[in-house]
């Protein structure tokens, strides 16, 4: 072996895996983090005593993570296996809860051996639901009702009476220092109940709807990358490059985020803006739909399986990203204004969809 040639592959091994440390996007961002002196205070988790947490986790804005607790029997994704009690008789009315990640096998394996009639769960995943066979769900007499996240079916089964399109809502997860499933991009690890105070202290800040700026709040082009990332990665790219290109030519009617920023401070850029653009995450639906109405803004979203959902919410829906324009802009903001003035309808907390499911008890 010629032992002068391991300084060159060592050499090159090290060029190799800082391109690729580069290139993945997680991995920067982390870098990015660290070397950020002001990111700890920008990050920083407000002071709430451990009684108010406490309370406030007994009423959560919606939320995926939360209406999945609030079910009876739940196969998440971290179990490769469904729990024991899937085959096992279940009362009917049952409040069955199956990550959107094991529903083709749900369908495919699990269903068939179950006994009892209940309500079907699906949600907390990315994974594309279009390919679901709901007839199969619909004619195995099993399932009372589905509560669907990420709906992508026909538009049709939205009228069927037998699928309640399931929103997304908001991520409470990634920082919660009890979750399997964290993520520090958006800030410093803080419980659920912290997470919705200062959400709600940050909302006291921001003025009424009809006080704000006309302007639109761009954030979704900081996240966009593919690299060393789950095939749905580049569904979002698309979409989003999609939005971005349309938007860039909008000049000062959007307000764009220039670099990464925790949660907190994009809470914050609400005071600046009327609107924010959201198109599609990681799956069909996005947290931040959900964030801005919250926040007293506007989402503008594309056109999707999903527009039922929004029915009574003030949502935007565009078949283009290039119709968003001031005169479309005015147009939104006096047909919502109204919507604003009223504290946030039910639909917009867990407990409430939780209600839904376990409305079908006998």
């Given at each position: 072996m010629n032992w002068l040639f391991l300084p060159a592959a060592a050499a090159i091994a090290v060029a190799v895996g800082l391109v690729i440390g580069y290139r993945y996007y997680p991995l920067r961002k982390a870098v990015m983090r660290a070397i950020d002196p002001t990111w700890r205070n920008r990050a920083r988790v407000y002071s709430f005593s451990s009684e108010q947490e406490d309370a406030e986790e007994r009423d959560m804005y919606v939320s995926s993570t939360v209406m999945r607790d609030g079910c009876d029997l739940i196969w998440d994704e971290f179990e490769e296996d469904p729990p024991a009690e899937f085959f096992?008789?279940?009362?009917?009315?049952?409040?069955?809860?199956?990550?959107?990640?094991?529903?083709p096998r749900f369908i495919g394996e699990i269903l068939e051996r179950m006994e009892g009639r209940?309500?079907?769960?699906s949600a907390r995943e990315n994974n594309s639901t279009a390919g679901f066979d709901a007839e199969k769900i619909r004619n195995s007499g099993k399932v009372?009702?589905?509560?669907?996240?990420?709906?992508?079916?026909?538009?049709?089964?939205?009228?069927?009476?037998?699928?309640?399109l399931l929103p997304l809502g908001l991520?409470?997860?990634?920082?919660?220092?009890?979750?399997?499933?964290?993520?520090?991009?958006m800030?410093?690890?803080?419980?659920?109940?912290?997470?919705?105070?200062?959400?709600?202290?940050?909302?006291?800040?921001?003025?009424?709807f009809?006080?704000?700026?006309?302007?639109?709040?761009?954030?979704?082009?900081?996240?966009?990358?593919?690299?060393?990332?789950?095939?749905?990665?580049m569904k979002r790219h698309l979409a989003r490059q999609e939005a971005r290109d349309a938007l860039m030519t909008k000049g000062d009617i959007i307000l764009w985020e220039p670099r990464q920023a925790p949660r907190n401070q994009v809470w914050l850029r609400h005071r600046e803006v009327s609107f924010e653009a959201s198109p599609r995450g990681n799956s069909i639906d996005c947290h931040r739909t959900w964030e801005a109405l919250i926040l007293r803004s506007v989402p503008i979203?594309?056109?999707?399986?999903?527009d039922p959902m929004y029915e009574g919410l003030p949502v935007a829906i565009v078949d283009d990203w290039s119709q968003v324009s001031p005169e479309r802009l005015a147009r939104w903001k006096e047909d919502f204004a109204d919507w604003f003035d009223g504290p946030l309808p039910d639909k917009l907390y867990s407990n409430y969809w939780i209600r839904r499911f376990h409305a079908f008890k006998t």
């Open positions: 096992r008789p279940i009362a009917d009315g049952t409040v069955v809860f199956v990550n959107t990640m094991h529903m209940f309500v079907l769960v009372i009702h589905w509560f669907m996240e990420n709906f992508e079916l026909a538009p049709e089964w939205a009228d069927t009476g037998f699928i309640t991520n409470y997860h990634k920082l919660d220092p009890a979750s399997p499933n964290q993520s520090r991009d800030g410093l690890p803080s419980r659920s109940g912290n997470q919705q105070l200062t959400m709600k202290a940050i909302r006291e800040e921001i003025p009424p009809r006080e704000k700026p006309l302007r639109v709040y761009c954030n979704f082009h900081l996240n966009m990358d593919t690299f060393l990332r789950h095939p749905h990665a979203v594309k056109t999707t399986s999903l």
